[in-house]
């Protein structure tokens, strides 16, 4: 009888143990994984990255610079320094990209794929010198920790810049591996894209991308003892060099399986209905600002860029249009649906490296003058001005036709034409003070927020934005601590903004 027992309970325990794994089997979709792999996750890293930027030029830091404005009635937007916490920043930075990036680590080096490291760390520094260049103080040793904290502490931005430039340095040495250490394919096409969408498994162009980086970060620095243009410019040797490095997406037509693939500022996005061309960033192109007549002939990119008898709108103002139809901004070739995102280019680098040697002395002036004519040169040939065209401008007044005539102001208003609607543009305004000096005839703009004061009371131009609402309702000690519930909390410097 007891062996009659044992032998039903067993019977009754498998038979359980059959139920539950045939339960759990049923609950568990195949076509819905829960693990991934790499070459799956860096992809959205990169693209969403990439994009993110795109997004906050057209709502934030492109108003800011006036390379656009808005068309009709005067509206107390962030044109006039009205600036409200904005989300995007933030959302963008730790929850589209960030949340991606240490889980995509983690499973590169627990399977040896060196090259998703590298592009892994190379990718977080970029994310986080934009946030911070933005914001100022930021999350980051604490970030995306959840089991340590919901309310991480904000790291002083003189931290976040050297971790940016310790994680190049390490995404440096992961890029520079052989393939050896690379267990998965670092770009795959088949059957399906996937893995290095930006180089296409290219690894030398983020080594470039990377210096590039760095390079951009320690350019910064113009009010810190720390500056040594030497060192950008060692940076610089190893950076981005042709017009084909450029670190940038190619936009795609939308198809069923491909969603959200046309370009943020196209006009099948329509992001850009209210928004039309600064005045100021026209008159960059028209011969006012740069020749000093406007009846003097154009520069070949304002066909290209926006149209020959654009005017734009000044900030507050709004005078350029009633909002009717479709933007002209669609005219831009940044405008296009399937156009490009350039991130960090030749051009840019160029003039990187014309900056910094022109900074670093007489000895280096005539690298400072050919890097000049260079960044002009990039960024014709990118957005396709003729060749005809192009090398009469180089001629031109508008143009220094001498090392010895090159001053800081034609390096930096050639470089504020060539990353239009890049947000690294805002970043050269503040550190530069927003000088008329440099940028002759940047408007203030009209009806302007009351509480964007300098420290002697005058009106004074925008040094950061906002935290975002979720910030100041969810992490309210650490905005408290930046002093971010001021009203003026917008016109205070960065850290690399203060002597």
């Not at 808005?70 to 409200?84: C, D, H, T």
């Not at 100022?136 to 970030?143: L, N, V």
């Not at 350029?320 to 005219?331: E, I, K, N, P, R």
């Amino acid at each position: 009888m007891k062996r009659i027992i044992i032998i039903a309970v067993l019977i009754f325990t498998l038979g359980i143990s059959a139920c539950e794994k045939g339960f759990l089997d049923v609950n568990t979709d195949p076509n819905n994984p829960t693990a991934t792999t790499p070459n799956f996750l860096l992809p959205s890293i990169i693209a969403n990255g990439f994009a993110m930027q795109g997004f906050e030029s057209y709502q934030l830091t492109g108003l800011l610079t006036q390379n656009v404005g808005r068309r009709g009635a005067a509206n107390s937007g962030v044109e006039q320094y009205f600036l409200a916490p904005n989300v995007r920043p933030f959302q963008d930075t730790y929850q589209i990209v960030g949340t991606n990036i240490p889980p995509m680590i983690d499973i590169a080096q627990s399977e040896g794929s060196a090259y998703y490291v590298g592009a892994g760390k190379i990718m977080y520094a970029l994310i986080l010198a934009h946030a911070t260049d933005l914001l100022g103080d930021i999350p980051y040793s604490e970030a995306f920790k959840p089991a340590l904290t919901i309310s991480p502490k904000y790291d002083k931005q003189e931290e976040i810049y050297a971790a940016v430039d310790k994680l190049l340095d390490e995404g440096i040495v992961e890029m520079q591996k052989p393939a050896s250490s690379n267990s998965r394919p670092f770009y795959i096409t088949s059957p399906s894209i996937s893995g290095d969408i930006l180089y296409k498994g290219v690894t030398a162009s983020w080594i470039k991308l990377a210096y590039s980086l760095k390079a951009r970060q320690a350019n910064h620095l113009v009010k810190k003892a720390s500056y040594n243009p030497t060192t950008i410019l060692s940076y610089i040797d190893k950076a981005i060099s042709t017009n084909s490095e450029d670190a940038q997406l190619q936009y795609q037509a939308v198809t069923s399986t491909v969603l959200n693939s046309t370009n943020v500022l196209g006009a099948t996005r329509g992001n850009l209905g209210a928004i039309t061309f600064g005045r100021f960033f026209i008159e960059m192109l028209n011969g006012k600002n740069l020749l000093g007549d406007a009846a003097l002939p154009d520069d070949p990119r304002l066909a290209i860029m926006a149209f020959p008898t654009a005017t734009g709108t000044q900030p507050g103002l709004n005078n350029a249009q009633a909002v009717v139809g479709v933007s002209d901004f669609y005219s831009s070739w940044y405008g296009q649906d399937l156009g490009i995102m350039p991130v960090l280019t030749n051009a840019e680098t160029r003039f990187i490296e014309a900056e910094a040697a022109f900074r670093a002395g007489p000895a280096t002036l005539s690298r400072a003058y050919t890097a000049y004519r260079a960044g002009i040169i990039a960024h014709m040939d990118k957005i396709g001005v003729p060749v005809p065209a192009r090398d009469a401008y180089m001629l031109s007044a508008a143009v220094a036709q001498s090392a010895a005539t090159l001053t800081l102001k034609n390096i930096m208003e050639q470089k504020y034409i060539a990353l239009f609607m890049n947000p690294e543009s805002w970043t050269d305004l503040r550190r530069l003070d927003y000088s008329q000096t440099i940028y002759t005839n940047f408007y203030y703009p009209a009806g302007a927020n009351p509480n964007a004061k300098d420290a002697a009371g005058l009106p004074g131009y925008p040094q950061r934005l906002l935290y975002p609402l979720t910030e100041i309702q969810l992490n309210p000690a650490e905005v408290e601590k930046q002093g971010g519930n001021s009203q003026n909390y917008l016109m205070k410097p960065l850290w690399w903004n203060i002597q």
